[in-house]
């Protein structure tokens, strides 16, 4: 019981530890985004871009571990969804994430190169520090991670079900948001798609407070638990 709620606390703490970088990331580098030249902004502020790409690694490595940190619990319940939980949400959303930081820093290098007329690679800058395609392929990559682990949670009751199933839903109109995004229906970061990702963005805030304080049901887990008593004890 002792290693189901520290694996509840830490679940919720690595939350709050990515969400907070994620912000951070967008805080240092939106600002250079909205600059005219932005090769320039970033040769004059690189100490700046290197805060977010530190930032985006930061998340990456928190938000990694939580699959991590969940799969002893979920296995239990459904392992093949607690495997590709691994798989999504750690290996290949991690992934992207450094592919983020490796573009941010080839940015870094390109402003300190171009030094003659960087207007004409700002489109470029552009697509390094912001991919429309990038976005939304760790969109759906992080959108099917979130349906394995949701529908885990659904299934055996570790924290409420209203809970798990906002996270359900939510992840229906973050999907729309990656397509629009992708097929240049809205911009990335807009307020229409931040109004669509909202939700989910809540709700893994709730789920990570509920985590630390509350931790698992311990129903759910006495349930789970009885079969595999029962029948050591008949062997």
């Known amino acids: 019981m002792n290693t189901y709620r520290k694996n509840a606390a830490l679940t919720g703490v690595l939350y709050i530890i990515g969400t907070i970088a994620g912000i951070l990331s967008v805080v240092f580098t939106n600002p250079l985004l909205d600059s005219s030249d932005l090769l320039t902004a970033v040769s004059e502020n690189g100490n700046q871009l290197i805060l977010g790409a530190l930032s985006i690694l930061t998340m990456a490595l928190a938000l990694a571990m939580v699959p991590v940190v969940m799969f002893p619990v979920l296995r239990s319940f459904n392992e093949v ?21 490796i573009s941010s820093l080839l940015l870094l290098t390109m402003s300190q190169v171009a030094v003659i007329d960087s207007s004409a690679l700002h489109p470029i800058a552009i697509e390094l520090l912001e991919t429309k395609l990038l976005s939304s392929l760790l969109t759906i990559v992080f959108i099917l991670g979130a ?17 798990s199933g906002w996270g359900l839903i939510a992840t229906l109109p973050y999907l729309v948001a990656g397509f629009l995004v992708l097929f240049g229906i809205i911009e990335h970061m807009s307020a229409i798609d931040s109004a669509l990702r909202a939700a989910l963005g809540i709700q893994e805030m709730v789920l990570a407070l509920w985590l630390i304080v509350k931790g698992f049901d311990p129903i759910a887990i006495h349930a789970d638990s009885a079969p595999a008593a029962y029948e050591l004890k008949m062997t």
Do not use: D, I, N
């Open 147 to 163: 349906l394995m682990f949701y529908t885990v949670l659904y299934q055996s009751k570790l924290v409420p079900r209203w809970l």
């Open 81 to 101: 969804l607690a495997l590709g939980y691994v798989v999504f949400r750690g290996a290949l959303e991690t992934s992207f994430y450094f592919v983020s930081v």
